[in-house]
Nanobody, 121 residues
Framework: QVYLLESGGGSVQAGGSLRLSCTAS????????MGWVRQAPGKEREFVAA????????VYADSVTGRFTVSNDNAKNMVFLQMDSLKPGDAAVYYC??????????????WGQGTQVIVSS
């Protein structure tokens, strides 16, 4: 059982940047696929990004490709999501996720509690 805790959410103007962090405990991220999923009000959960346990296999949703960067720090047992050129459509609760299989879906085994991102136009 791995426990995930996000931080770094907040409010930013369109075009700005935020960096989300996820701290894992109870498990080592190098043994999991780590990811980010978001959910906007009234919408279904949406896959954002995933990074493999090797730290090199990385995929993004088309909607964030070129603007978001996922990375990890195995020594700190942390995962990060750098979000640049933010748009109002990026506003959502962002969840750090983990699983034993690589997935591009919004269905993950382990979830953090989420962190709110607000983007004003």
């Amino acid at each position: 059982q791995v426990y995930l805790l996000e931080s770094g959410g907040g409010s930013v103007q369109a075009g700005g940047s935020l960096r989300l962090s996820c701290t894992a405990s109870g498990g080592t991220i190098s043994t999991y696929v780590m990811g980010w999923v978001r959910q906007a009000p009234g919408k279904e959960r949406e896959f954002v990004a995933a990074i493999g346990s090797d730290g090199r296999t990385i995929v993004y949703a088309d909607s964030v490709t070129g603007r978001f960067t996922v990375s990890n720090d195995n020594a700190k047992n942390m995962v990060f999501l750098q979000m640049d050129s933010l748009k109002p459509g990026d506003a959502a609760v962002y969840y750090c996720t983990a699983d034993h299989i690589f997935t591009r879906s919004a269905r993950w085994e382990y979830w953090g509690q989420g962190t709110q991102v607000i983007v004003s136009s």
